[in-house]
C-alpha cells in the first residue's frame, strides 16, 4: 500500500509559476512510475506528466512539453510538477497516482493510489 499526498497548488495568474509536490509513504520499494493528472469540472481526468521512479525516465503530455518539468527526490520520497507560462485552460485539480498496471502511461485507469489533489486556478 502506497499514501500520496499532494500540495503545493493555488491561485496564480496567467503566465505564473506553480510548484506543485507529491509525497509518498508507505510500500516505496513498490513504486515503478509516478504519474501527475489533471481533472477540470465536468471533464475526465487528462494525463499531464510521468516520471520513473528509479531512472528518472520522463514523460509528457504534447500540449504541456516546455512549461511543465516532472522531477523527483528519491531520498524524500517526493516528485514534483514545476509549471511555467501557466494558462486558464490549466485550471484544474492535480492529482499523482501510481502506475499499477502495466500499458499506456497515459491512460489514469492504470494508475491508483491517488492523493486528495491540490487545486491550482490560473486568472486571466
Known amino acids: 500500500q502506497v499514501q500520496l499526498v499532494e500540495s503545493g497548488g493555488g491561485l496564480v495568474q496567467v503566465g505564473g509559476s506553480l510548484r506543485l509536490s507529491c509525497a509518498a509513504s508507505g510500500r516505496i520499494s513498490s513504486l515503478s512510475r509516478l504519474g501527475w493528472f489533471r481533472q477540470a469540472p465536468g471533464k475526465e481526468r487528462e494525463f499531464v506528466a510521468a516520471?520513473?521512479?528509479?531512472?528518472?525516465?520522463?514523460d509528457y503530455a504534447d500540449s504541456m512539453k516546455g512549461r511543465f518539468t516532472i522531477s523527483k527526490v528519491n531520498a524524500e520520497n517526493t516528485i514534483y510538477l514545476q509549471m511555467n507560462n501557466l494558462k486558464p485552460e490549466d485550471t484544474a485539480v492535480y492529482y499523482c497516482g501510481v502506475r499499477v498496471i502495466a500499458g499506456l502511461i497515459r491512460n489514469s485507469r492504470n494508475y491508483a493510489y491517488w492523493g486528495q489533489g491540490t487545486q491550482v486556478t490560473v486568472s486571466s
Open positions: 516520471i520513473m521512479w528509479s531512472g528518472g525516465q520522463t
